[in-house]
């Protein structure tokens, strides 16, 4: 987690933080799962479902996410 920035942070952001914070260490809880799809910007066919967990560089060294999740972004066909 970053710093942070007490100028811009709603109150309660450090508490609720501290917490989160917790709960992730224990592995009950994953940044990267929830009811999405994800779906690859350049291959419209290869998508990814996030209904169970994904583990960052399972398959590379680096962290990356390539796919756009749908239900924030709708990928436009030209």
């Given at each position: 987690?970053?710093?942070i920035n007490y100028h811009t942070a709603a109150?309660?952001?450090k508490?609720?933080?501290e917490q989160l914070t917790e709960v992730f260490s224990t592995g009950n809880i994953h940044v990267?799962?929830?009811?999405?799809r994800g779906t690859d910007p350049d291959n419209a066919l290869d998508t990814i479902s996030l209904t169970k967990k994904y583990v960052e560089c399972k398959d590379q060294s680096a962290p990356s996410f390539h796919y756009v999740l749908d239900d924030?972004?709708?990928i436009r066909k030209p």
């Open positions: 987690m970053l710093e109150k309660g952001t508490e609720r933080l990267f799962s929830g009811p999405y924030v972004i709708k």
